[in-house]
């Protein structure tokens, strides 16, 4: 099973954010889980991310009125954490684990790589849009370094040549 | 040893419902729910057993922290965040038992009285966090939580709440704060969360790890578990092994192992043939131990004789050709980039840091730098600060300078940008999406 | 009420008081950044730690409640003295130590605790490039804030304050860690109505204010308590000044009513404290004017008083208490002349007291209360348009600013019929054709008291005497009141006044001028170390 792509939605069309019915009603069920509907913040987010690919400041301004917060607190929130996208993303975003086990174990190595593959480093995308390259800090798996997520799915125990066999099958799956 | 906390490890469809049955599973908590709260909460202090996150503090006392008479809620937070550098055995946990772990926080929150649990698990873990949301599906299909768990008329609903990439929300208050909606800024302490915690009520933390202790310890009794090991160090303990060994991965092993034996013996020494320089013994915000003190035994209070700690018992091997300049600038790097930003020296110190580090690693030293990074270090620990971050990155730090100060001369004294590798160890993990502007 | 020794000196204190303000009590300052009396304690900033007997571990003040018996070492321990000196160090590294060109030297908390815990070194360690903002080091956060990120401090007072007081939530910190900064939702106005106390609250030059910036270095100015002139909460605050010229209105502790906040509407009032009346203008029945001498005004006004028969007057709910009696003495009473006090309730404004109660504006005066406590004639807008319109051979207008109707097309025409005469602050269209006009020094000028929407009396300062020409109005009063031979009005101050008010009034009995300050009770504290 590979992993699937990212459909971030355009700026344009999350200028005005509205929840559908089927939003509405995966909101209402969350509200549920907690005493205080602020407490959904976070997973209402993940929801919007799911659906729009990145949160945009329309959709803060929506979860905002939602939940009966300001959007400013809303955007404090979202960017205090860094798997919220503020920007659209590639349609896979390889987050390239940093942190010491994974760098003494190659991970500057699949740096290296992926800046010969793919031309980009941390922080850059392909101009195609296809990939985007984060270093990221220890991700929990460090005893199958180096370690790479892609969009949310884990690979380990990776090597140049297994990263080039993933990075084909996802170019060629992203359509 | 015969493994407790990975025993579903390898056999086919451990994460079932019907698999966990068939080992026994929910034994532990039809005893508890017979025993009532208070014997429940006694076993677990004559069990010994101490918290697995980090801070070894004794889990049975602090349940008996929350206030017996407080009116309305109180909760039960399982801390799945596991962010600690070289930690990664809450997710073979998950991955291979979640039953496990909801078996034992259905255990602690009966014990504590709470009806509503949360499992907070960082963001990245996307397919742990679904692995639970399903055992949860089936546990409470088949009325092992809900209005009426296991038909005792104890009510119980656990909910999934995922972070969003912060290491900080490990800590516990942030970790809260974080459950109710906000930034992840850890609180000032006291109170503490077993009084005032989760929307203001009496909560107990506990690590993944630890609650999946509980599950034996109802059905084995609290002798079992406290004949492993030795007094004040008791149970099975995970650890994680990784960096330079042969095999590395998450051990389950009594305490009081030697480092000698889980480097060496279970993960099979250090690779191609190598020579260990030094380890961390828990996780990265430990002090770091040298090859020298590889003898030390793995539990709480021998590593805190040894000047370090168990931590999460996060392993993090490194050999001979790693240079500590960098392990430190690496770690360094880190800890600023997960600093909250609250507090004036953690934010500041950190970051701080990275740019002496980096500095030195450009070939830029200063005699006085390592100095000036011990100083750093001392006023950003030792209760300078509101969370233990401080600390976390303070005393690895220092204890690499400490302990490694002749590379940081050596470095210092060249005074010349190191000669460039093929790759480089510690790469750079650049600028965050969205963060910035 | 626990006892505590704080540095050797004995303290008891309520219970529930940290450890800053028992200090405070005992005449000892803990420095504080992050601290603020009327936000939530975040113990952030780590300047305030103390040693506490007993505690293996530095404590913060502001988070640790007195406690019966508790042994506090502050300037005395040496602990303290290298942890704080740590602390500012760690403050410094990343601070551009622009003070020369900023505008917070002089009130910077900062550039105090640098000189109290570093010995004026200004200094750290740090030979690191400094952490800045590209973009943020000037910019103009909404119409009076201006934001320089570069010296924030991260103690997140500002955004407390939009948080727990206004109640906007419209600051917020984006992003984390060393990289934070203050920003408004998607980059929009931070158009709080309260925000320029964001400016006030942070204790370093990272915000500003607009209006302020650069006109006055902080140590020169002088301040002088006095009152809100915007609404009927009647804020207290104080008029910083500097040879005769009003920079700002700062706010002024009063837990009852504004706690440290001013409204921005009332706030930037300030700059209309430096009109002062034009000169004394006659203005003939031909149209040629003259501004003859003092006496001789005073001279002919009584003359003109006296000689009317029928005579109105439009009193003001801006005046003061003092100056409202000896209206009503003056006017009303010995020359029986018809006096009606104009009341507008203008646009509602809101003030948050120190114990978290929102207080809402009745009128758009500062002293409609003082007008109804001396049983005045209150009229609105059509009551003051009848009384206008009865005839009356002569009106007088003590504030042309007492109700907008009267800048009204109607107004004036009804006015132009006899004679009238005007005290006026500023010029206005009455003066144009008035007979007389009697320039009025502002309420920088002025003394005496306001009565607040709450029903309390408080009184206001006057910050430096008027210029040439143009007198506080209750001068104009005992001036005439000499003339028209009423000796027992003909006082020397408007404390004579008060006295007399005291003796005479009912709703004034029993009230102390003295008590009146707030100024000089145990609430007063230094705005600046409360700012
Ligand atoms: C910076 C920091 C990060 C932490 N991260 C984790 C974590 O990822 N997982 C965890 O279980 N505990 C973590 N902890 C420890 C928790 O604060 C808390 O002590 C623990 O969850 C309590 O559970 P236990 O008593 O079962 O160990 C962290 C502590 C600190 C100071
Ligand atoms: S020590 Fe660091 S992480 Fe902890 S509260 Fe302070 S700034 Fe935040
Ligand atoms: S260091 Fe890379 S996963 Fe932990
Ligand atoms: S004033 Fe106490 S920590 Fe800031």
């Known amino acids: ?175 | 040893m015969e493994p407790t906390l990975l025993k579903a490890r390898g056999l086919e469809g451990s994460r079932t419902l019907a698999s966990y049955l068939s080992r026994g599973g929910y034994e532990g908590l039809r005893r508890a729910l017979a025993l009532g709260p208070q014997e429940v909460t006694k076993s677990v202090i004559d069990s010994e057993l101490r918290g697995r996150g980090g801070a070894g503090f004794p889990t049975g006392r602090k349940w008996t922290f929350v206030p017996k008479d407080h009116p309305g809620p109180r909760y039960l937070v399982c801390n799945a965040d596991e962010s600690e550098p070289g930690t990664f055995k809450d997710r073979e946990i998950i991955e291979h038992d979640p039953h496990l772990v909801i078996e034992g926080i259905a255990i602690a929150s009966f014990a504590i009285g709470a009806h509503t649990a949360y499992i907070y698990i960082r963001g990245e873990f996307v397919r742990w966090a679904n692995l639970l949301e399903q055992a949860l599906g089936e546990a409470r299909r088949e009325k092992i939580l809900g209005a009426d768990v296991l038909g005792s008329g104890y009510s119980l609903d656990i909910w999934v709440h995922r972070g969003a990439g912060a290491y900080i929300c490990g800590e516990e208050t942030s970790l809260l704060e974080s459950l109710e909606g906000k930034r992840g800024f850890p609180r000032l302490k006291p109170p503490f969360p077993a009084v005032v915690g989760a929307f203001g009520k009496p909560t107990v933390v506990n690590n993944v790890e630890t609650l999946a202790c509980l599950p034996s310890i109802l059905t084995r009794g609290p002798a079992w578990f406290a004949s492993i090991g030795r007094p004040r160090n008791t149970g099975p303990k995970l650890f994680s092994v990784s960096g330079h060994v042969v095999r590395p991965g998450v051990y389950e092993l009594p305490l009081g192992v030697t480092f000698r034996e889980i480097i060496f013996e279970h993960c099979g020494g250090i690779r191609a043939g190598r020579k260990l320089k030094a380890f961390f013994p828990g996780g990265s915000s430990a002090p770091v131990l040298t090859a020298a003190e590889v003898d030390t035994k793995a539990d709480f209070d021998a590593c805190a004789e040894a000047g370090t700690m168990l931590g999460s018992g996060g392993v993090i091997v490194l050999d001979e050709t790693v240079d500590m300049v960098e392990a430190a600038a690496n770690l360094a790097h880190f800890y600023a980039h997960e600093s909250c930003g609250q507090c004036t020296p953690c934010r500041e110190g950190s970051d701080w840091l990275v740019d002496i580090l980096h500095r030195i690693l450009a070939g830029h030293g200063r005699a006085e730098d390592p100095d000036t990074i011990l100083r750093i270090c001392r006023f950003a620990s030792q209760g300078m600060t509101i969370c233990p971050l401080g600390d976390a990155f303070s005393l690895p730090i220092s204890s690499i300078v400490s302990k490694f100060r002749d590379e940081f001369e050596r470095r210092i004294a060249a005074a010349t940008p190191a000669p460039p590798r093929k790759h480089p160890v510690l790469p750079w993990a650049g600028p965050r999406p969205g963060f910035g502007r | ?531």
């Open chain 3, 1 to 531: 009420m626990p006892k505590l020794t704080i540095d050797g000196r004995e303290v008891e204190v309520a219970q529930g008081t940290n450890l800053i303000e028992a200090a405070r009590l005992a005449g000892i300052a803990i420095p504080y950044f992050c601290y603020h009396p009327y936000l939530s304690v975040v113990g952030q900033c780590r300047i305030c730690l103390v040693e506490i007997e007993g505690q293996p571990r530095l404590a913060i003040a502001c988070a640790t409640p007195a406690a019966d018996g508790m042994v506090v070492r502050s300037q005395t321990s040496s602990r303290v003295r290298e942890a704080r000196e740590a602390v500012m160090e760690f403050l410094l590294a990343n601070h551009p130590l622009d003070c020369p060109v900023c505008d917070q030297a002089g009130e910077c908390l900062l550039q105090d605790h640098s000189m109290d815990e570093q010995g004026g070194q200004f200094s750290t360690h740090m030979v690191e490039t400094r952490r800045t903002f590209p973009g943020l080091e000037r910019r103009l956060l909404g119409p009076h804030v201006v934001q320089n990120q570069n010296r924030c401090i991260h103690c997140s007072r500002c955004i407390r304050f939009t948080q727990e007081i206004s109640e906007t939530s419209q600051l917020t910190y984006v992003s984390r860690g060393n990289h934070a900064y203050i920003d408004t939702f998607d980059g929009r106005p931070f158009d709080d109505p309260f925000s320029a106390c964001a400016a006030d609250v942070c204790p370093v030059g990272a915000l500003t204010l607009r209006e302020f910036r650069f006109r006055k270095r902080a140590w020169k100015l002088r301040s002088t308590p006095s009152i809100c002139p915007g609404c009927s909460i009647g804020c207290n605050l104080w008029i910083d000044h500097h040879e005769r010229i009003v920079y700002r209105f700062t706010p002024r502790e009063n837990p009852k009513i504004n706690a440290t906040w001013l409204c921005d509407y009332g706030r930037f009032l300030a700059e209309s404290l430096n009109a002062h009346g034009p000169a004394p203008t006659f203005r003939d029945e031909d149209g040629s004017s003259s501004s003859p001498p003092l006496e001789e005004t005073v001279r002919a006004l009584a003359l003109e008083l006296k000689a009317a028969r029928t005579l109105r007057v439009v009193a003001s709910a801006n005046l003061s208490n003092e100056e409202l009696f000896l209206a009503r003495e003056i006017f009303a009473g010995y020359l029986h002349g018809e006096l009606v006090t104009p009341v507008w309730p203008g646009e509602p404004r809101r003030m948050k007291n120190g114990h978290g109660v929102w207080l809402a504006s009745s009128d758009a005066h500062p002293n409609a209360n003082g007008a109804r406590r001396l049983g005045l004639d209150i009229v609105d807008e059509s009551g003051l348009a009848r009384f206008l319109y009865g005839a009356a051979d002569l009106t007088v207008l003590l504030d042309p600013l007492a109700h907008p109707y009267l800048a009204g097309e109607e107004a004036l025409q009804l006015l132009r019929v006899g004679h009238t005469l005007v005290f006026s602050q500023r010029q206005h269209a009455v003066c144009e054709f008035a007979r007389w006009t009697m320039g009025v020094a502002s309420l920088a000028c002025n003394e005496g008291t306001f009565t607040s929407g709450a029903d309390q009396v408080q009184r206001f300062q006057a910050a430096f005497a008027p210029p040439r020409g143009a007198l506080p109005l209750w001068q104009w009063f005992t001036l005439l009141a000499r003339e028209l031979g009423l000796a027992r009005l003909a006082v020397a101050t408007p404390r004579d006044v008060f006295q007399l008010m005291v003796s005479q009034e009912r709703s004034f009995a029993g009230l102390a001028w003295e008590e009146l300050g707030g100024f000089d009770t145990d609430s007063y504290r230094e705005h600046q170390h409360v700012g």
């Open chain 1, 1 to 175: 099973m590979s992993t699937a792509p990212i459909h971030a939605a355009n700026p344009e069309e999350l200028r005005e954010v509205r929840f559908d019915a089927a939003m509405e009603s995966q909101i209402a069920e969350l509200l549920t889980h907690y005493p205080i509907p602020r407490a959904a913040l976070l997973p209402v987010l993940w929801l919007c991310q799911k659906r729009y690919g990145w949160i945009a400041p329309g959709v803060m301004e929506a979860v905002a009125a939602r939940l009966g917060l300001s959007p400013a607190y809303v955007q404090g929130v979202v960017t205090f954490y860094t798997m919220f996208h503020t920007t659209p993303p590639a349609r896979f975003v390889l987050q390239v684990c940093t942190t010491l086990s994974c760098a003494v174990c190659g991970a500057g190595e699949l740096l290296a790589h992926l800046r010969k593959r793919l031309g980009i480093g941390p922080g850059e995308r392909t101009p195609d849009g296809t990939f985007q390259i984060v270093g990221v800090q220890c991700l929990g798996a460090c005893g199958s370094a180096p370690v790479v997520q892609v969009n949310d799915d884990y690979y380990e125990n990776l090597d140049p040549a297994k990263l080039d066999a993933l990075l084909d099958e996802l170019a060629a799956a992203k359509e």
